[in-house]
């Protein structure tokens, strides 16, 4: 301060730094909307999880992030990047962001798949709610289904003084597996008839997890011949599959098996002398 008789001076530091520490609880709170979400799997099926700001007010942008804890971002979904509260949100108004997950339709026979995704924030001055875990669960699309055919329209065998054995063979036409399937085979006679002419083994075939059109596509079924002594003609019965979804059956639904007669029961005739 001056004054008319002598002059005073300011201090050398004029200028002072004040830090005000952030209130923590002034920290805005996110929550999810709803944790658990269902499903089916399909073309362009998307889920929205969405956050809500819970409480407080934003002065500056908030990041989240939505991370896997279970299941593949290459073959079940993907998630379109992270989400962000600018700022200006706030609780008043109900701010709300959503993240979008698509669902990769991939083909193939599975079951229903579930697994976790975990909310995080990187911002210190944000916290989440105490629930942080979505659980979602995705069931399979009713068009993913397994085409199975017969392999050949006919099937040819022959009597035997012992059993002969015949191997019917079904294949995957189109499909492909991440968990079993089974196709029923019923057999229907014709001429020949089953435990007499011939037995089956089972009538289920059953296609395993890993199997497709292209790689091990084959299961075969052994159907045994019997042999009964008797001169006949040749015998016949039919094959058909039943299926059930997610099976269907191809075109060779039916084949048919044609039993040949044992050439050692043939009947020799011939004159009782040579001369008369």
Not at 114 to 136: A, G
């Amino acid at each position: 301060f001056a004054s008319a008789n002598r002059t005073s001076y300011l201090p050398f530091r004029t200028v002072t730094n004040i830090t005000i520490l952030e209130d923590q609880n002034d920290r805005a709170e996110l929550s999810l909307i709803g944790n658990a979400y269902e499903v089916t799997e399909g073309l362009n099926s998307t889920i929205s999880v969405c956050v809500i700001l819970k409480h407080g007010y934003l002065a500056k942008p908030v990041i989240l992030i939505l991370e896997s804890q279970s299941g593949s971002l290459v073959t079940d979904y993907s998630i379109e990047g992270n989400i962000i509260f600018q700022p200006g949100s706030s609780a008043v108004w109900n701010a709300t962001q959503c993240f979008i997950l698509d669902i990769i339709n991939d083909d193939i026979v599975e079951n229903t798949e579930q697994f976790q995704l975990r909310l995080n924030v990187t911002s210190s001055y944000c916290i989440l709610s105490s629930e942080s875990l979505v659980n979602l669960t995705i069931k399979e699309d009713p068009a993913d289904v397994v085409i199975l055919s017969f392999q050949s329209n006919n099937y040819y065998t022959r009597e035997a003084s012992r059993s002969m054995s015949l191997d019917v063979c079904i294949v995957i036409q189109k499909g492909s597996l991440e968990r079993d399937i089974s196709v029923t085979m019923n057999a229907t006679n014709i001429t020949a008839m089953n435990n007499a002419d011939y037995t089956l083994e089972s009538i289920f075939v059953t296609f395993t997890s890993g199997q497709n059109q292209s790689y091990n596509n084959k299961k075969c079924k052994t159907i045994t011949v019997l042999d009964d002594s008797i001169l006949e003609y040749n015998e016949s019965f039919t094959l058909s599959l039943v299926a059930t979804h997610p099976v269907i059956t191809g075109a060779i639904n039916k084949t048919t098996v044609v039993i040949m007669e044992d050439p050692s029961d043939y009947v020799e005739i011939g004159f009782v002398k040579l001369l008369y």
